[in-house]
């Protein structure tokens, strides 16, 4: 009954296409070459693909059709025309005053344009749309949340965080709530990150980690056209000690000038020597608690050299194999003096005991540093911060960010 008879004839059933596989047309209103690159880069997720080079300031709209073009022209043409004859009516509506910190993001007929401002700028009716955009730091906290460090230990933990928009078009383009976004990002990487620290590290290097959590912000919401200028943790109450702690957790003093950038034992032990004078408090059990006395703080730093030169010799008198394991990398610097000078000089820390001089070293550099004599002197002294120098332009970092933080292995020591 079910035996296959050779007189049936047998058709073959061909798939149907799919919808990648089927053969779309632009159309007139779209251009080919801009429809074959919306095509091409239709995974990526970005809603704002069809713009190319919007980082780079280049708002030419290659997915545009001429016959769009032509139409946008002749709309464009007719309100411009509309807009003079009534000028004396529309010119409250049309001209807008952005002061120096702001600047206007125009949609015009759906498309982005340039950012316009400071100044008197010309929006026009019915096919303008507009948004002010603020370019000055602003700051918000991260309420004191629960974070599980990687010893068990459940410690609450906020901070406080300072950015700022280096674009105004991105920050619109590309996210619809800017404030709101970052903060779910600050507190995801916040949680995320410390996670993966103990109790002591977190309690020990509080400038160092909310530095690196400023750099793992920025990878996420530079794409927004943001960046973030400072993270400043804020340690809670200590719910729940570590699994392996047989004494209580150190309760860490608020950060002294000069004493800031050391690591933590040192901290503790130079915060120790000043509390034999009679600076500290009576110890109580399982902590220790300490006082900011900014006079005293200022006679535990050690004078640094005062020159370039001094510096390169005294670095050389630190290098050492351990210092290398730790670091792992080779610096080249390249330093400004104020009478118009330039002078390189290296540090190689990824083998043998290490070398330092002026010139260039022999193998490729992991990371350039390009900064002024007297930036690089205070940030060896303690008084910049290599992240802060970052920030603020005056550290220009070529290579990996995080290897160039590893040269605060080298400031400690010089600090001691």
């Not at 001429?66 to 709309?75: A, F, K, P, T």
């Not at 015009?108 to 009716?125: A, D, F, W």
């Not at 959590?213 to 943790?233: C, F, K, P, Q």
């Not at 000043?274 to 005293?296: C, K």
Request: charged share 20%; glycine share 8%; hydrophobic share 40%.
């Amino acid at each position: 009954m079910f035996s296959k008879s050779p007189n049936v004839s047998h058709h073959q059933y061909q798939p149907l296409p799919q919808r990648d596989s089927m053969k779309s047309s632009p159309g007139l209103f779209v251009g080919s070459e801009g429809f074959n690159a919306t095509q091409a880069n239709y995974h990526k997720g970005h809603s704002f693909d069809y713009i190319p080079k919007i980082t780079e300031n280049d708002f030419t709209d290659t997915s545009q059709g001429w016959l769009s073009w032509i139409c946008n022209m002749i709309v464009i043409v007719l309100v411009y025309i509309c807009t003079f004859i009534t000028f004396p009516i529309t010119g409250w509506f049309v001209l807008k005053t952005v002061p120096n910190y702001q600047r206007i993001v125009v949609f015009r007929l759906g498309r982005v344009c340039p950012p316009k401002g400071p100044g008197i700028v010309l929006v026009l009716p019915l096919i303008d749309q507009w948004q002010k955009v603020d370019l000055r730091t602003r700051a918000f906290n991260i309420p004191p949340c629960q974070v599980t460090t990687r010893d068990g230990g459940v410690l609450s933990v906020g901070a406080d965080i300072q950015f700022r928009i280096w674009n105004p078009v991105m920050s619109v383009v590309s996210v619809q709530d800017l404030n709101a976004s970052t903060r779910l990002t600050a507190h995801n990487a916040l949680t995320h990150s410390l996670g993966k620290k103990t109790v002591r590290e977190i309690q020990t290097e509080r400038v160092k980690l909310g530095e690196h959590l400023g750099m793992d912000i920025n990878e996420m919401t530079r794409a927004w056209g943001l960046e973030v200028d400072r993270v400043e943790l804020t340690l809670g109450s200590l719910l729940k000690p570590p699994d392996d702690c047989p004494s209580g957790p150190v309760i860490m003093p608020p950060s002294v000038p000069g004493l800031e950038g050391l690591a933590g034992p040192i901290q503790q032990l130079a915060m120790h020597f000043l509390g034999q004078s009679g600076l500290s408090h009576p110890q109580r059990e399982d902590s220790v608690t300490y006082t900011d006395e900014l006079s005293s703080a200022s006679q535990a730093v050690v004078a640094m050299p005062g020159s370039v030169e001094e510096l390169l010799g005294a670095v050389k008198l630190l290098l050492s194999e351990n210092l290398v394991s730790q670091v792992g990398a080779c610096f080249q610097f390249h330093i400004s003096s104020e009478d118009g000078q330039h002078q390189s000089y290296y540090v190689d820390l990824s083998q043998g005991s290490g070398a330092a001089g002026a010139g260039s070293p022999c193998q490729d550099p992991d990371v350039i540093l390009s900064m002024s004599d007297s930036n690089l002197l205070a940030m060896f002294e303690g008084r910049l911060r290599p992240f802060a120098a970052y920030t603020s332009g005056r550290l220009k970092v070529q290579g990996d960010l995080r290897t160039a933080m590893k040269l605060e292995e080298l400031i400690k020591l010089l600090r001691k």
